[in-house]
């Protein structure tokens, strides 16, 4: 995870927009953050632990001089997130500075070798190696660029690095290995950064870097060379257009919020995704032997409703598996017959990357599902869907989640026309049905939001929660239990509601809050008697189910009335008072919901 970026203007100075890329990184990480700046001849560095806003006032980054810079936002995996291991790192001299995201796996080899040479190391960091390496070869005699070319051929791992120098006082570079790394290119200079978002402040024209390349920056020019045969490679300049909406709050209080009542106006554009590019994608999964689904966190219960819908509407049995799963699950048994879908909202998760590479490797056919453009995903894939939810900055995933339902849904409804299994009517009839979500998502949020806020109030010092559900309502309980637990730290737990009494049932003792997603589906009826079960050992029950289910109203403590809605596409409006409830635990039990503590919205490490 972590985020960096590097500007290099030719006449002015760096630092203010270092920081606001910075904070467009900080869904990366957020536990310390730093700058490096180069002025006068020498290496200014700033770093702490902290939030990137509070650190601007404490040490000034804003204020730093200098037309070249890099700076890091942090999410620990090597050293605690404290001062010393905030990146960036310098060598003994204080003449190299790096920024890193991702881990070294040789560096405690490098570091051993570098340590009896005399580097005297500050942190504990795997990142230190970098620098003391480069400096290392500068002092046998090569230049700062072949210096860097040589450190970088023997890492191991996973790396986007962004270097500066006294060395080479005009010049940034950034190596790609296994993380993103992108180029930016302006009239007023040349930028590096982990994503594309972060540069649109700056620039749209931007050059993706694939692995094994090392950049060259400098005023007005940048150089490209390949690892280990160090040619030259000319890459062309892209124009993305990026929305950048999505930076302001626009008057919520927290970007979660925004992003969960956005879920009207985006959803439309993930239902309108191209034909083209759905039928492209149902024809590869009809042809092929096997279908596997594959995400993590949240896309893979994306992926385990998509396995459901595929099944339902197009006939087609597919194997949603955890991404980080799947190569020792399946490795055996994926050939050129197969084909694996990935879901995946940054397009960076590196579970999902080592997934696919493996599946490539296997002649497998590479499909993918991802709400962020010229992301790694989008270049491996053969046919991918861009969900259109725009940019999602708070750290729980809500509208890309709904965003990706959708697709799947038109993928298995046109998937499900390509194999014979819809008729022309059913089609219609579901594509009028899909159409009316959005407006169905606009009416759940106007009716339930204060509802919902006065059940955060209720329960939020509960000790622990069970959410239930079955078919295509046991991925949305777990989801609900994935919302709850990470941004309010409340342990709980998600089974299919048969599953329930094969054990979480023991859990159940007077006042433990059981929510049941019981929509009005074939699946009802046997919630009924699972809600009996738990109300017969003094669990209190919240249900959300249809607004007309009398019965299960009288069943529930508290019931979540919710909108008619044709059954199949109940998951998206159905997620939608989970998302709430969490969102609403989370803010009156004082936590951040944006930047839960330990995690990272890109998680780019194994
Ligand atoms: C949960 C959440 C994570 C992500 C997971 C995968 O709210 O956001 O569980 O869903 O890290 O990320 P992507 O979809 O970017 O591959």
Redesign the pocket.
Known sequence: MCGIIGILYRDKSVAKDLVTGLKLLEYRGYDSAGIATLSNGSILIEKDKGRIDELNVKLGFESMPGCVGIAHTRWATHGAPDKINAHPHTDCENRIAVVHNGIIDNYNEIKSELVRKGHIFKSLTDTEVVPHLIEEYIKNGYSFRDAVIEAVSRLEGAYALGIISTYEPGMIVGVKQLSPLVVGVSDEGMFIASDINSLSPFTKDVIVLDDGEVVFLTGDSYEIVRLPTRERVVKKVERIEIDTQFADKEGYVHYMLKEIFEQPVVLNYSIRVQEHYLNLMAELLDRSKEVFII?????YHAALLGSIILSRVARLTTIPVIASEFVSRYGDVVSVDSSVLAI???GE?ID?LKAIEFAKSRAATILGITNTLASTLTRVCRVYIHQHSLPEIG???TKTFTGQLAVLYRLAMVTGKKRGKLSQREMDEMKVEIAKIPGVVKTVLDRVDQQVRALAKKYKDTRYFVFLGRGLSYPIALEGR??ML?ITYIPSLAYPAGESKHGPISLIEKGVPVVFVAPPDETRKLIIGNIEEMRARNATIITLGDEGDNELRELSDDFIPMPRVYPLFSPIPYVVPLQLFAYYTAVLLGRDPDKPRNLA???TVL
């Open positions: 995400g993590a966190g949240t896309s995946s909202q940054s998760t999902v750290v729980a995933a994935l919302k990470e919205k890109s998680v």
